[in-house]
């Protein structure tokens, strides 16, 4: 897996022996960055709107990089930021403030551009539908579908709140969307009369929300049964997606702020990982996986 860090590099990690194995240092500080499929490299998007992508030929500790795609430095505007990116094998998206979601597609081995989503402040994206769809979040709290690369954007959802982060089930029946003043909904996708419905909303009461910590976006766990959202008092809340419920706390000490979330299935194994403002992670077993 891989982790951000602050001083423009992302640090690569290894599973079995939770040791830092690389560090890829970039030229502008890293936005978000993804494992390509079959972990065959990883897709880095810059400040600067580069996109990156770094591989390791077998047997070889060396890593190679390459710019695979960027937007025309003449399109850009002032202080337009990339917010977002998403992945899914043969195509890439990165959301911008001003220019909306920049679509390209892998043809013949080349990334080639495709028609853009004209959606501006959009802060969050995932593809889904085998990557012939894609979903996104808003500045102004609107979740959005639209078939890519020459769909119509469609609303689903209007929430008071920015969407800070979107996760989707491994049925792409439900995505849980995130709000950075520490409330994340469970809404249905599917493409019947309930699309868009709000299923349920993880929040705890509204004296532990000055307490908390939501930088880190809403993740499905333990086979889509659990939801995790949330840091306070040193503990990784967990909740029942179902009921909305808190189900435990993942320790990380007092004082410390976990500020990252992500997932680990691989072989039959399964492990959630939490990442603290101090730099360090945790490795966590996933229930569902045991």
Known sequence: MNFEGADNTIRVWENTTYTEVARLPHASPVVTAVWMAEDVGILALCENASI??????????????GKIAEPN??????????????????????????????????NKGTWQAQRSILRQNVTAIKFVEDGDALLGGTKDGVLWYCMVPNGTLRAYTFFRDKVSHIDVNSTESH?????????AHLVSIFQDANRGKIEQVYALKEGSLRQGNYDAGALFAARDALVVFGSVDGYVIVWDKNNSEVVYGLDHGEGIVASALGSRRAGGDGALITGSVDGKLAWWSDPGCE
């Open 52 to 65: 990156i992508k770094w591989t390791r030929p077998p047997a070889n500790d060396s890593w190679h990089w």
């Open 175 to 183: 995505v849980v969307v995130s709000q950075l003043g520490g409330r």
């Open 73 to 106: 430095p003449s399109d850009r505007k002032v202080d337009d930021v990339p917010t977002a990116m998403a992945y899914f094998k043969d195509k890439i998206a990165v959301a911008f403030p001003r220019q909306g979601v920049k679509v390209w597609m892998l």
